[in-house]
Protein backbone atom coordinates (compact mmCIF):
# COMPACT_ATOMS: atom_id res chain seq x y z
CA UNK A 1 0.00 0.00 0.00
CA UNK A 2 1.23 3.22 -1.06
CA UNK A 3 1.37 6.28 1.32
CA UNK A 4 2.04 9.67 -0.18
CA UNK A 5 3.56 11.70 2.81
CA UNK A 6 2.19 15.25 1.37
CA UNK A 7 -1.36 14.28 1.66
CA UNK A 8 -0.78 12.48 4.92
CA UNK A 9 1.37 15.73 6.29
CA UNK A 10 -1.18 17.93 5.08
CA UNK A 11 -4.42 15.86 6.63
CA UNK A 12 -2.34 16.24 10.05
CA UNK A 13 -2.32 19.66 9.71
CA UNK A 14 -5.94 20.01 8.69
CA UNK A 15 -6.80 17.93 11.73
CA UNK A 16 -5.39 20.10 13.99
CA UNK A 17 -8.28 22.42 14.00
CA UNK A 18 -10.39 20.01 16.03
CA UNK A 19 -7.73 19.63 18.61
CA UNK A 20 -7.62 23.46 18.98
CA UNK A 21 -11.43 23.32 19.35
CA UNK A 22 -10.40 20.46 22.04
CA UNK A 23 -8.16 22.69 24.09
CA UNK A 24 -10.51 26.00 23.95
CA UNK A 25 -13.29 23.74 25.39
CA UNK A 26 -10.69 21.81 28.44
CA UNK A 27 -8.48 24.71 28.77
CA UNK A 28 -11.03 26.53 30.89
CA UNK A 29 -12.87 23.34 32.82
CA UNK A 30 -9.23 21.63 33.30
CA UNK A 31 -6.12 23.38 32.84
CA UNK A 32 -3.80 20.94 33.12
CA UNK A 33 -5.65 18.45 30.53
CA UNK A 34 -5.57 21.87 28.32
CA UNK A 35 -1.89 21.65 28.59
CA UNK A 36 -1.85 17.98 28.01
CA UNK A 37 -3.81 18.47 24.60
CA UNK A 38 -1.96 21.69 23.65
CA UNK A 39 1.69 19.74 23.57
CA UNK A 40 -0.05 16.90 21.79
CA UNK A 41 -1.50 19.54 19.08
CA UNK A 42 2.06 21.24 19.10
CA UNK A 43 3.52 17.91 18.04
CA UNK A 44 0.98 17.40 15.05
CA UNK A 45 2.48 21.12 14.40
CA UNK A 46 5.88 20.20 14.19
CA UNK A 47 5.21 16.95 12.15
CA UNK A 48 3.09 19.24 9.82
CA UNK A 49 3.31 22.41 10.02
CA UNK A 50 4.67 24.60 6.28
CA UNK A 51 7.68 26.48 8.41
CA UNK A 52 7.73 28.29 4.90
CA UNK A 53 4.05 29.51 5.59
CA UNK A 54 4.76 30.49 8.59
CA UNK A 55 7.72 32.16 8.23
CA UNK A 56 5.46 34.35 5.93
CA UNK A 57 2.63 34.75 8.85
CA UNK A 58 5.52 36.00 11.26
CA UNK A 59 6.99 38.37 8.51
CA UNK A 60 3.13 39.61 8.05
CA UNK A 61 1.97 40.19 11.63
CA UNK A 62 3.82 43.00 14.04
CA UNK A 63 2.07 41.40 17.19
CA UNK A 64 3.53 38.37 16.42
CA UNK A 65 6.97 39.50 16.01
CA UNK A 66 7.09 41.24 19.20
CA UNK A 67 5.50 38.24 21.36
CA UNK A 68 8.33 36.48 20.03
CA UNK A 69 10.96 39.33 20.96
CA UNK A 70 9.49 39.41 24.24
CA UNK A 71 9.74 35.98 24.84
CA UNK A 72 13.45 35.60 23.08
CA UNK A 73 13.67 38.47 25.97
CA UNK A 74 12.66 36.56 28.90
CA UNK A 75 14.68 34.12 27.92
CA UNK A 76 17.73 36.18 27.55
CA UNK A 77 16.57 37.39 31.24
CA UNK A 78 18.03 34.27 32.95
CA UNK A 79 21.87 34.76 32.10
CA UNK A 80 21.46 37.68 34.66
CA UNK A 81 18.94 35.05 37.22
CA UNK A 82 20.86 33.46 40.04
CA UNK A 83 17.68 31.26 40.38
CA UNK A 84 18.21 29.21 37.24
CA UNK A 85 16.14 26.42 38.04
CA UNK A 86 13.66 28.39 39.14
CA UNK A 87 13.72 30.45 35.90
CA UNK A 88 13.73 27.83 33.89
CA UNK A 89 10.37 26.55 35.73
CA UNK A 90 8.56 29.69 34.86
CA UNK A 91 10.27 30.08 31.75
CA UNK A 92 8.43 26.51 30.90
CA UNK A 93 5.28 27.62 32.07
CA UNK A 94 5.52 30.87 29.63
CA UNK A 95 6.12 29.13 26.66
CA UNK A 96 3.58 25.88 26.92
CA UNK A 97 0.81 28.34 28.55
CA UNK A 98 1.02 31.13 26.27
CA UNK A 99 3.37 30.91 23.30
CA UNK A 100 2.80 27.54 22.06
CA UNK A 101 -1.48 28.16 22.08
CA UNK A 102 -0.65 31.95 20.13
CA UNK A 103 1.83 30.09 17.18
CA UNK A 104 -0.35 27.06 16.58
CA UNK A 105 -3.92 29.15 16.43
CA UNK A 106 -2.31 31.74 14.52
CA UNK A 107 -0.96 29.86 11.78
CA UNK A 108 -3.94 27.59 11.17
CA UNK A 109 -5.61 28.03 7.56
CA UNK A 110 -8.97 27.85 8.62
CA UNK A 111 -10.49 31.20 8.14
CA UNK A 112 -13.85 29.67 9.93
CA UNK A 113 -11.87 28.56 12.63
CA UNK A 114 -12.12 32.16 15.04
CA UNK A 115 -16.22 32.08 15.07
CA UNK A 116 -16.11 28.29 16.15
CA UNK A 117 -13.05 28.83 18.83
CA UNK A 118 -15.49 31.56 20.57
CA UNK A 119 -18.61 29.17 20.61
CA UNK A 120 -16.80 26.65 21.66
CA UNK A 121 -15.64 29.16 24.65
CA UNK A 122 -18.47 30.04 25.34
CA UNK A 123 -19.94 26.33 25.39
CA UNK A 124 -17.59 25.18 27.75
CA UNK A 125 -18.37 28.28 30.00
CA UNK A 126 -21.38 26.91 30.24
CA UNK A 127 -19.74 23.38 31.48
CA UNK A 128 -18.27 25.39 34.07
CA UNK A 129 -21.25 26.76 35.21
CA UNK A 130 -23.64 23.60 35.47
CA UNK A 131 -21.03 21.73 37.86
CA UNK A 132 -20.53 25.86 39.58
CA UNK A 133 -24.28 25.31 40.40
CA UNK A 134 -24.11 21.60 41.21
CA UNK A 135 -21.13 22.40 43.71
CA UNK A 136 -23.09 25.35 44.86
CA UNK A 137 -26.47 23.72 45.84
CA UNK A 138 -24.33 21.01 47.36
CA UNK A 139 -25.22 17.31 45.36
CA UNK A 140 -21.91 17.08 42.85
CA UNK A 141 -18.59 16.94 44.45
CA UNK A 142 -17.28 14.76 41.30
CA UNK A 143 -17.50 14.71 37.63
CA UNK A 144 -15.94 11.50 36.21
CA UNK A 145 -13.60 10.73 39.05
CA UNK A 146 -12.41 14.86 39.05
CA UNK A 147 -12.72 16.18 41.98
CA UNK A 148 -14.30 19.27 42.11
CA UNK A 149 -11.91 22.17 44.19
CA UNK A 150 -15.04 24.18 45.85
CA UNK A 151 -17.58 24.22 47.99
CA UNK A 152 -21.13 25.91 48.58
CA UNK A 153 -19.01 29.03 49.80
CA UNK A 154 -16.69 29.64 46.73
CA UNK A 155 -18.63 26.37 44.08
CA UNK A 156 -14.76 26.22 41.82
CA UNK A 157 -15.32 23.17 39.23
CA UNK A 158 -11.78 22.20 38.62
CA UNK A 159 -9.80 25.60 38.49
CA UNK A 160 -7.96 25.79 41.75
CA UNK A 161 -7.67 29.13 42.43
CA UNK A 162 -10.85 31.73 41.96
CA UNK A 163 -9.05 34.63 41.27
CA UNK A 164 -8.24 33.22 37.31
CA UNK A 165 -12.08 31.07 37.60
CA UNK A 166 -13.97 34.48 38.18
CA UNK A 167 -12.17 36.54 35.45
CA UNK A 168 -13.14 33.22 33.33
CA UNK A 169 -16.46 33.92 34.01
CA UNK A 170 -16.58 37.67 33.43
CA UNK A 171 -14.85 37.26 30.19
CA UNK A 172 -17.63 35.06 29.35
CA UNK A 173 -20.65 37.21 30.36
CA UNK A 174 -18.98 40.07 28.53
CA UNK A 175 -18.43 38.03 25.48
CA UNK A 176 -22.50 37.01 25.47
CA UNK A 177 -23.75 40.43 25.97
CA UNK A 178 -22.76 41.21 22.22
CA UNK A 179 -24.83 39.11 20.96
CA UNK A 180 -27.81 40.65 22.53
CA UNK A 181 -26.77 44.26 22.34
CA UNK A 182 -25.13 44.15 19.04
CA UNK A 183 -26.20 41.51 16.93
CA UNK A 184 -29.03 42.24 14.74
CA UNK A 185 -31.66 40.00 13.46
CA UNK A 186 -30.88 37.87 16.42
CA UNK A 187 -34.45 35.48 16.52
CA UNK A 188 -36.73 35.97 20.11
CA UNK A 189 -35.20 31.92 21.33
CA UNK A 190 -31.64 32.88 20.32
CA UNK A 191 -32.11 36.46 22.73
CA UNK A 192 -34.14 34.14 25.48
CA UNK A 193 -31.47 31.69 25.79
CA UNK A 194 -28.30 34.20 25.94
CA UNK A 195 -30.40 37.10 28.36
CA UNK A 196 -30.31 33.53 30.61
CA UNK A 197 -26.81 33.05 30.13
CA UNK A 198 -26.01 36.52 30.75
CA UNK A 199 -28.05 36.00 34.02
CA UNK A 200 -27.24 33.17 35.77
CA UNK A 201 -23.20 33.04 35.24
CA UNK A 202 -23.26 37.02 36.49
CA UNK A 203 -24.70 35.40 39.63
CA UNK A 204 -22.46 32.53 39.43
CA UNK A 205 -19.78 35.70 38.97
CA UNK A 206 -21.18 36.93 42.31
CA UNK A 207 -21.29 33.78 44.36
CA UNK A 208 -17.60 32.92 43.99
CA UNK A 209 -15.05 34.80 46.11
CA UNK A 210 -13.36 36.19 43.74
CA UNK A 211 -13.35 40.02 43.41
CA UNK A 212 -10.75 39.76 40.38
CA UNK A 213 -13.51 38.77 38.16
CA UNK A 214 -16.11 40.98 39.66
CA UNK A 215 -13.61 44.25 39.15
CA UNK A 216 -12.97 43.50 36.28
CA UNK A 217 -16.33 43.57 34.75
CA UNK A 218 -17.53 45.91 36.42
CA UNK A 219 -14.33 48.10 35.46
CA UNK A 220 -14.61 47.06 31.75
CA UNK A 221 -18.37 47.61 31.25
CA UNK A 222 -17.78 51.08 32.27
CA UNK A 223 -15.46 51.41 29.46
CA UNK A 224 -17.20 49.83 27.46
CA UNK A 225 -19.85 52.12 27.98
CA UNK A 226 -17.36 54.95 27.50
CA UNK A 227 -16.27 53.49 23.93
CA UNK A 228 -19.65 52.58 22.69
CA UNK A 229 -22.27 55.21 24.50
CA UNK A 230 -20.59 58.02 25.22
CA UNK A 231 -22.23 60.51 22.90
CA UNK A 232 -25.48 58.61 24.87
CA UNK A 233 -26.33 60.12 28.45
CA UNK A 234 -29.67 58.29 28.90
CA UNK A 235 -27.65 54.99 27.42
CA UNK A 236 -24.76 55.37 30.10
CA UNK A 237 -26.92 56.67 33.21
CA UNK A 238 -29.69 53.73 32.73
CA UNK A 239 -26.44 51.16 32.13
CA UNK A 240 -24.97 52.66 35.54
CA UNK A 241 -28.26 52.25 37.40
CA UNK A 242 -28.28 49.06 36.23
CA UNK A 243 -24.69 48.24 36.86
CA UNK A 244 -25.45 49.34 40.45
CA UNK A 245 -28.75 47.69 40.92
CA UNK A 246 -26.92 44.17 40.27
CA UNK A 247 -23.80 44.84 42.58
CA UNK A 248 -26.53 45.59 45.60
CA UNK A 249 -28.42 42.68 45.02
CA UNK A 250 -25.33 40.69 45.11
CA UNK A 251 -24.47 41.96 48.20
CA UNK A 252 -28.03 41.96 49.92
CA UNK A 253 -28.41 38.02 48.57
CA UNK A 254 -24.86 36.07 48.06
CA UNK A 255 -23.60 35.41 50.99
CA UNK A 256 -20.05 35.24 49.82
CA UNK A 257 -20.04 38.64 47.79
CA UNK A 258 -21.08 39.96 51.15
CA UNK A 259 -18.47 38.79 53.26
CA UNK A 260 -15.77 39.63 50.73
CA UNK A 261 -16.70 43.18 50.43
CA UNK A 262 -16.83 43.42 53.93
CA UNK A 263 -13.56 41.53 53.87
CA UNK A 264 -12.18 44.24 51.68
CA UNK A 265 -13.45 47.26 53.43
CA UNK A 266 -11.93 45.72 57.19
CA UNK A 267 -8.74 45.18 55.16
CA UNK A 268 -8.94 48.78 53.73
CA UNK A 269 -9.59 49.95 57.07
CA UNK A 270 -6.80 48.30 59.09
CA UNK A 271 -4.17 49.33 56.59
CA UNK A 272 -5.11 53.15 57.08
CA UNK A 273 -5.48 52.69 61.07
CA UNK A 274 -3.12 50.26 61.94
CA UNK A 275 -0.43 50.20 58.76
CA UNK A 276 -1.49 46.32 59.00
CA UNK A 277 -1.00 44.59 55.52
CA UNK A 278 -1.43 41.55 56.41
CA UNK A 279 -4.75 40.92 54.47
CA UNK A 280 -6.05 40.35 51.67
CA UNK A 281 -5.86 43.90 50.19
CA UNK A 282 -3.25 44.49 52.29
CA UNK A 283 -0.66 42.35 50.03
CA UNK A 284 -2.19 44.14 47.32
CA UNK A 285 -0.81 47.57 48.63
CA UNK A 286 1.80 46.13 49.81
CA UNK A 287 3.04 45.79 46.13
CA UNK A 288 4.02 49.77 45.79
CA UNK A 289 4.76 49.97 49.23
CA UNK A 290 8.06 47.71 48.97
CA UNK A 291 8.53 48.64 44.74
CA UNK A 292 10.70 51.01 45.41
CA UNK A 293 13.47 48.78 47.40
CA UNK A 294 12.92 46.10 44.90
CA UNK A 295 14.20 47.90 42.11
CA UNK A 296 16.80 49.89 44.53
CA UNK A 297 18.49 46.60 44.13
CA UNK A 298 18.14 45.79 41.14
CA UNK A 299 18.72 47.38 37.29
CA UNK A 300 16.03 49.07 36.54
CA UNK A 301 16.56 48.23 32.68
CA UNK A 302 17.03 44.69 32.80
CA UNK A 303 15.27 43.93 36.18
CA UNK A 304 16.05 40.72 38.26
CA UNK A 305 15.73 38.24 35.46
CA UNK A 306 12.63 35.61 35.31
CA UNK A 307 14.70 33.18 37.85
CA UNK A 308 15.09 35.55 41.02
CA UNK A 309 11.91 37.76 40.85
CA UNK A 310 9.97 35.34 43.57
CA UNK A 311 12.99 35.46 45.45
CA UNK A 312 13.73 39.15 45.31
CA UNK A 313 10.05 39.88 46.63
CA UNK A 314 10.19 36.88 49.66
CA UNK A 315 13.28 38.85 51.09
CA UNK A 316 11.84 42.54 50.52
CA UNK A 317 8.57 41.94 51.96
CA UNK A 318 10.27 39.57 55.07
CA UNK A 319 12.30 42.33 56.45
CA UNK A 320 9.73 45.27 55.63
CA UNK A 321 6.25 43.16 57.14
CA UNK A 322 7.86 40.40 59.12
CA UNK A 323 8.52 36.77 58.66
CA UNK A 324 4.87 36.00 59.93
CA UNK A 325 3.31 38.11 57.69
CA UNK A 326 1.10 36.81 54.81
CA UNK A 327 3.90 37.98 52.53
CA UNK A 328 5.40 35.01 53.78
CA UNK A 329 3.29 33.07 52.63
CA UNK A 330 2.51 34.03 48.82
CA UNK A 331 5.39 32.75 47.67
CA UNK A 332 7.04 36.08 46.35
CA UNK A 333 4.18 36.86 44.37
CA UNK A 334 3.77 40.48 43.69
CA UNK A 335 -0.28 40.06 42.71
CA UNK A 336 0.33 42.64 40.19
CA UNK A 337 0.72 41.66 36.24
CA UNK A 338 2.61 45.72 35.25
CA UNK A 339 4.93 45.68 38.50
CA UNK A 340 5.85 41.82 38.70
CA UNK A 341 6.98 42.35 34.90
CA UNK A 342 8.62 45.59 35.56
CA UNK A 343 10.69 44.43 38.33
CA UNK A 344 11.51 41.15 36.92
CA UNK A 345 12.27 42.48 32.95
CA UNK A 346 13.09 46.16 34.03
CA UNK A 347 11.90 48.80 31.67
CA UNK A 348 13.16 46.71 28.48
CA UNK A 349 10.54 43.96 29.25
CA UNK A 350 7.93 46.32 30.38
CA UNK A 351 7.89 48.26 27.33
CA UNK A 352 8.14 45.25 24.90
CA UNK A 353 4.68 44.13 26.74
CA UNK A 354 3.35 47.60 26.54
CA UNK A 355 4.14 47.44 22.89
CA UNK A 356 2.76 44.42 22.28
CA UNK A 357 -1.03 45.60 23.71
CA UNK A 358 -0.20 48.69 21.31
CA UNK A 359 0.18 46.27 18.54
CA UNK A 360 -2.73 44.39 19.48
CA UNK A 361 -4.87 47.97 19.44
CA UNK A 362 -3.29 48.75 15.90
CA UNK A 363 -4.56 45.79 14.42
CA UNK A 364 -7.14 47.17 11.55
CA UNK A 365 -10.09 44.91 11.84
CA UNK A 366 -13.39 45.15 9.99
CA UNK A 367 -15.55 42.20 12.21
CA UNK A 368 -17.23 44.62 14.76
CA UNK A 369 -17.58 41.58 16.92
CA UNK A 370 -13.44 41.31 17.03
CA UNK A 371 -13.50 44.90 17.43
CA UNK A 372 -15.59 44.45 20.69
CA UNK A 373 -13.47 41.11 21.61
CA UNK A 374 -10.35 43.39 21.61
CA UNK A 375 -11.78 46.11 23.40
CA UNK A 376 -12.95 43.16 26.73
CA UNK A 377 -9.39 41.75 25.99
CA UNK A 378 -7.57 44.63 26.67
CA UNK A 379 -9.49 46.23 29.52
CA UNK A 380 -9.35 42.58 31.46
CA UNK A 381 -5.70 42.15 31.04
CA UNK A 382 -5.26 46.13 32.34
CA UNK A 383 -8.62 45.74 35.52
CA UNK A 384 -7.60 42.06 35.94
CA UNK A 385 -3.93 42.58 36.25
CA UNK A 386 -3.89 45.28 38.32
CA UNK A 387 -5.07 42.74 40.88
CA UNK A 388 -3.32 39.47 39.86
CA UNK A 389 -0.33 38.40 37.94
CA UNK A 390 -1.23 37.29 34.76
CA UNK A 391 1.98 35.28 34.07
CA UNK A 392 1.32 33.82 37.57
CA UNK A 393 -1.28 32.32 37.06
CA UNK A 394 -1.46 29.35 34.29
CA UNK A 395 -5.30 29.92 33.41
CA UNK A 396 -4.52 34.13 32.81
CA UNK A 397 -1.87 32.91 30.33
CA UNK A 398 -4.09 29.88 28.28
CA UNK A 399 -7.49 32.30 28.38
CA UNK A 400 -5.41 35.66 26.98
CA UNK A 401 -3.60 33.25 24.47
CA UNK A 402 -6.34 31.76 23.19
CA UNK A 403 -8.13 35.59 22.53
CA UNK A 404 -4.96 37.39 21.65
CA UNK A 405 -4.67 34.84 19.08
CA UNK A 406 -7.62 35.13 17.26
CA UNK A 407 -7.41 38.56 16.87
CA UNK A 408 -4.05 38.05 15.47
CA UNK A 409 -5.76 35.53 13.00
CA UNK A 410 -8.38 37.74 11.87
CA UNK A 411 -5.63 40.15 11.06
CA UNK A 412 -3.92 37.31 8.77
CA UNK A 413 -6.94 36.13 7.28
CA UNK A 414 -7.50 39.24 5.61
CA UNK A 415 -4.08 40.29 4.80
CA UNK A 416 -3.08 36.57 3.16
CA UNK A 417 -6.20 36.11 1.37
Known amino acids: MHINLQELRIKIFQSIDYFILIFVFVAPIKPYLGKKVILFTLLLWLISADYKNILNIFKTSKTLQY ?34 PILIITTTKNTEL ?75 YFNFIAIIFVVTMTINLFLSSGRSGQFAMVMTLFSLLIVYQRKNIRNILISIITIFIVLITAYNF ?15 QDMYKNNNFNTSIGVRIGSYVILPQLLNKTSILIGT ?85 MFTFKEFMFLYAIFISIIIKMELNKKLS
Request: glycine share 6%.
Open 67 to 100: IALFLAYITLSLLWSENFNNGMKWLEVNIIYFFI
Open 114 to 188: VKKVIFVFIFSMFINELISYGIFFGFLDNIFGFQVHGDSFNPLPFQVSHIPYSVYISFAILLSLYKIFFVKNNNI
Open 254 to 268: SNTFNIRVNQGVNDI
Open 305 to 389: GIGDIQDSVLSKTKIHFGETSVFAKQKGLLHNTFLEILVTYGIIGFLLFLIIFYNLLKIHLVDKEMIYIRYILIFSILFSGIAAS
